[in-house]
């Protein structure tokens, strides 16, 4: 199965999250912050990354996304830039601005609000990972 990269500050949100994944038989790393994430990127080279928007800052996931989607082929995350993303944020539940997927403003596979139901992140998750693997 895949190796999923959860990037999130909340640890309850990443222990669910872990749970129903594994339970799917992917193998699950976590991350809590934007800078930890990058260098778990580095180091585990990720089939898909799960990303929150909140984290240190309130668009740290917004930040980190728009890093490894830099196009510029001499940039040292270029390696990165193919990773599927899901942001998978309360955002719309804490502000009232809404966000979707966008290639230039927000480039993420897709964006999906908390609470998910389990189901529906283990269909969600497949559907990214199907969709980077036809591409």
């Known amino acids: 199965m895949a190796k999923i990269l959860i990037i999130d ?24 912050n ?6 778990r990127i580095k180091a585990d080279l990720p089939d898909l990354i799960i ?13 980190l996304a728009l890093k490894l989607r830099q196009t510029d082929p001499a940039s040292d995350l270029a390696a990165y830039s ?11 539940s804490t502000t009232p601005l809404r966000f979707e997927t966008d290639i230039d403003y ?15 992140l283990v269909n969600k998750v497949n ?3 199907s969709e980077g693997e036809a591409n």
């Open 34 to 39: 934007g800078r930890e994430g990058l260098e």
């Open 127 to 129: 559907w990214v990972l």
């Open 9 to 32: 500050d909340d640890p309850d949100i990443i222990l669910s999250t872990r749970m129903c994944l594994e339970q799917e038989g992917h193998e699950v790393i976590d991350a809590k």
């Open 51 to 63: 990303l929150d928007v909140m984290m240190d800052t309130a668009t740290e996931g917004f930040q």
């Open 106 to 120: 927000l480039p993420v596979e897709l964006f999906v609000d908390k609470p998910i139901d389990p189901d529906d």
């Open 82 to 92: 193919k990773i599927p993303i899901l942001m998978l944020t309360a955002i719309h």
